[in-house]
């Protein structure tokens, strides 16, 4: 543990910082592994709203700068691509 004030108070915050990216990384990959579930299920109505959700998710995690806004986009791109051609198929 760091002996300084300055230190013990930029451990605090890097500790709550990390706590608050775990949940919003926890956060997005149960909603695009949501997306890919009603892909796989041909429910095309309920993997039209949960990739609404997930883009709003994974453009905030972006905006916040829990990830990278090219891997967001990235991952919005992949999924938005899997539904179109899942509703191409049917």
Known sequence: MANH???I???KQSVK???R???VKTRIKN???SVRAAIKADD???ATQLLSTATSSLDKAATKGVIHWKKAARKISRLAK???AAKAAA
């Open 5 to 7: 004030k300055s230190a």
């Open 9 to 11: 108070k930029r451990h």
């Open 17 to 19: 910082r990390a706590a």
């Open 21 to 23: 990216n775990r949940t």
């Open 31 to 33: 909603v695009v592994k």
């Open 44 to 46: 095309q109505a309920a």
């Open 82 to 84: 899997a539904l179109n």
